[in-house]
């Protein structure tokens, strides 16, 4: 069984950064994609990063050149670093683990998920 679980999220003015993490346990992170999803309330979750097993990495068009992913395969951590931080940008984070080592950016390509941890942006 594949837990992950994630941590660092929380309240932040506009313009300001945060460091997500996610930890795996139940078998290693190192052979497969990683992916990050948000979903805001009234909204369908959404594709943020993923990572493949190799460390190719593809973003979300709305993050790309602010937001950055990498993985610690020997910690089996992915981490989803955040910069320059939107109010649109605000949502609950979800990190989820595919179900092969490419990218994949579709929700039915993961298979475990994360319970997901807030993350509220001020104006």
């Known amino acids: 069984q594949v837990q992950l679980v994630e941590s660092g999220g929380g309240l932040v003015q506009a313009g300001g950064s945060l460091r997500l993490s996610c930890a795996a346990s139940?078998?290693?992170?190192?052979?497969?994609?990683m992916g990050w999803f948000r979903q805001a309330p009234g909204k369908e979750r959404e594709f943020v990063s993923s990572?493949?097993?190799?460390?190719?990495?593809y973003y979300a068009d709305s993050v790309k050149g602010r937001f950055a992913i990498s993985r610690d395969n020997a910690k089996n951590t992915v981490y989803l670093q955040m910069d320059s931080l939107k109010p649109e940008d605000t949502a609950v984070y979800y990190c989820a683990q595919g179900s092969a080592g490419t990218i994949q950016t579709g929700v039915n390509a993961y298979n475990y998920w994360g319970q997901g941890t807030q993350v509220t942006v001020s104006s």
């Open positions: 990572i493949t097993w190799s460390g190719s990495t």
């Open positions: 139940g078998r290693t992170l190192r052979l497969y994609a």
